[in-house]
């Protein structure tokens, strides 16, 4: 854990789980924007660019590109490219879903089945940044899939923990699609029912990619501290994770 400063100004401490010279893969705290946005709180292009100044004494502009992204309160394991070319076909494996993500969430009630896929139309809202189940004839409604799996059930909380495996990347597509099946993410203040004011329990666990030059194909995982929503037995469950 690396400890990031800009100026007098404290930024967050940076978890680089991989690095060399074309990307490096770092843990995403919650609560920081994968970017830049309105509220000019420090985000994680910022802090990454920042890191590789530091580290080695680069002067001028460091170059970072962003592959992917999180939703601000969601946690977990995120690549960024080191160099434009990187970032090309990186972002091509992101068009041609070549990077798997998986999450972890805890959600309201039991599921009826263990296992199940969610699918989905979903429409943007974009003036109100929200997303909306809709009927498939909606003009710039988008396809949704997702599967999940639970991994365990709290009956004194009625909490349930499950695995997602994202198979298309819409805005807030996890969080909207758990909701409209009845099971929505603990702490979700958009789409949720229970928790408010709590933070949302959605964490992308798992990341695996193939190295945009040597071809190599790389597998990363960070699981959420187990205290609080996330006090869990991870290690029953360890063999489901991968």
Known sequence: MIKILEGNKKMENLNVLYEDNHIIIVEKEVNIPSQSDKTGDIDMLTIIKQYIKEKYNKPGNVYVGLVHRLDRPVGGVMVFAKTSKAASRLSNQVREKTIKKQYLAVVDGKFEKNTGTLEDYLYKD?????SKVVKPEKRGAKYAKLEYQVLGYKPDKDLSLVKINLYTGRHHQIRLQLANSGHSIFGDQKYGTRGKGKQIALW???LQLEH????????FTVL???TGTWSWDFEKVKEYLC
């Open 204 to 206: 992308a666990y798992h």
């Open 212 to 219: 945009p030059i040597t071809k190599e194909k790389m597998n």
């Open 224 to 226: 959420p501290k187990a």
């Open 126 to 130: 974009e003036r109100n940044n929200i």
